[in-house]
Every structure is written in structure tokens, then in C-alpha cells.
């Protein structure tokens, strides 16, 4: 267990609305990423962050916007959301070294835009 | 374009049998992880391999990691129904003067009969 939360845990949203998920840790980790986890594609990175205020974009980042204010929260934004943005959305730390590189996955967020 | 391919995708199989999971790529990757995940939840890691030919019991669960650092497997002997899930296969790369990047593969989805 790496102290992370998601909150919320399940939304349902309307087309163009705009959607903020919160991923919380509690161990100080530098590393943040954003997932998205679809059948048939996988774990897909959107967004990670390297530290408070530094974030890149991944393989997935179009419609995707975050935020890192403090090294606890890595907040990930969608600001008009539309329905090829349902997914399930899995926030990440990262620890172990450049060679033994680790992740652990927080609960996951359900998200359904109707 | 899916870097890492896992093979089966899907796996039924009765208690007491013994599995095999694949990992394959053309590229080469600086470590490779396992993980678990259940219905719900978030992927949970198994393992992490570093050197190529390198092999790491976890109980009843035997993961190797190739000669060439291109590909994996996962053995699991005589499988209990605890061992249902979804298994996934990452590998980390370091481009130059880059982040390390993860490459997830798809999944094989295990179901394990009492």
C-alpha cells in the first residue's frame, strides 16, 4: 500500500461538461502519473508530473489537462468532456531507481460520460 | 503501435494446473514488472526484473526475464483460485536525455476454476 487515494471513486457526466479527478498520496513520492485503462488498449499514460509544478504529457494527453500545487495531489482535468473519455483512470507513484523502476496504482477512478 | 504483446489473452484453467504467461517484445527495456489486478481495484506489483536471464520466485509464482531483455514470462504451478486476475507486463525504457517511459502490455486475463 503506497497511501494513495482517488477521489471520487465513480462519476457519471454529461457531454461537454468539465471533470476534475484528484489522486492524493501520502509518502512524499516525486513521481505522479495519470492512466486510463481501456479494454483491448491497455494501461495508457495521459499525464505525469516530476515534481510540485513540472508535468509532461503522455501517449494520451489530448482533451487532458493537471495540475500539481503541492506534492501530496496530482489533479487530472478534462474540460469538456466527451463520451471517449469513458474509461476507468488509474493515478500512479513511482519509487525504485532508473534501473529497478516501480509503480503502484492507486484504486482507480469509473468515469462515464452519457 | 503496441510494443509489449502478451499471449494468452485469455486463460481458463482448473485448479491444481500449471500456467504459463508471455511477455514478448522487439525492444529492449531496462526492467520489466509484473502486476496483478482484480475486478475494481488497481494493478498490484509482483515483481520487478532488472538483469537479462534473471529469474525470481514469488511462491508459486516463477517469473524470468529473457537473455536479450526483450520479453518475459510468468509460471504459476499448481494454480489456486486466489490466483484469478488480470496479469499485466510492463516494460521501462530510458530514452536519451528522456524520462524513463512504461510500456504496458494488454493483459491476460486468468480464470482459475475451484
Known amino acids: 500500500d503506497a497511501g494513495i487515494t482517488q477521489s471520487p471513486r465513480h462519476k457519471v457526466t454529461e457531454t461537454g461538461t468539465p471533470v476534475t479527478l484528484r489522486c492524493h498520496q501520502t509518502e512524499n513520492h516525486r513521481y505522479m502519473y495519470w492512466y486510463r485503462q481501456d479494454p483491448g488498449h491497455g494501461l495508457r499514460l495521459i499525464h505525469y508530473s516530476y515534481g510540485v509544478k513540472d508535468t509532461d504529457k503522455g501517449e494520451v494527453s489530448d482533451g487532458y489537462s493537471v495540475s500539481r500545487s503541492k506534492t501530496e495531489d496530482f489533479l487530472l482535468t478534462l474540460e469538456s468532456a466527451t463520451s471517449s473519455q469513458t474509461s476507468v483512470y488509474f493515478c500512479?507513484?513511482?519509487?525504485?531507481?532508473?534501473?529497478?523502476?516501480?509503480?503502484?496504482f492507486g484504486p482507480g477512478t469509473r468515469l462515464t460520460v452519457t | 503501435t503496441q510494443l509489449l504483446e502478451q499471449s494468452p489473452q485469455f486463460l481458463s484453467i482448473q485448479e491444481g494446473e500449471n500456467l504459463t504467461v508471455y511477455c514478448n517484445s522487439s525492444s529492449v527495456f531496462s526492467s520489466l514488472q509484473w502486476y496483478r489486478q482484480e475486478p475494481g481495484e488497481g494493478p498490484v506489483l509482483l515483481v520487478t526484473v532488472v538483469t537479462g536471464g534473471e529469474v525470481k520466485k514469488l511462491k508459486r509464482l516463477t517469473f524470468q526475464f529473457g537473455d536479450a531483455r526483450k520479453d518475459s514470462s510468468l509460471h504459476i504451478t499448481a494454480a489456486q483460485p486466489g490466483d484469478t486476475g488480470l496479469y499485466l507486463c510492463a516494460g521501462s525504457q530510458t530514452p536519451s536525455g528522456g524520462y524513463q517511459k512504461v510500456t504496458f502490455g494488454t493483459g491476460t486475463k486468468l480464470q482459475v476454476i475451484p
Open positions: 500512479a507513484i513511482r519509487t525504485g531507481t532508473t534501473s529497478s523502476y516501480e509503480q503502484y
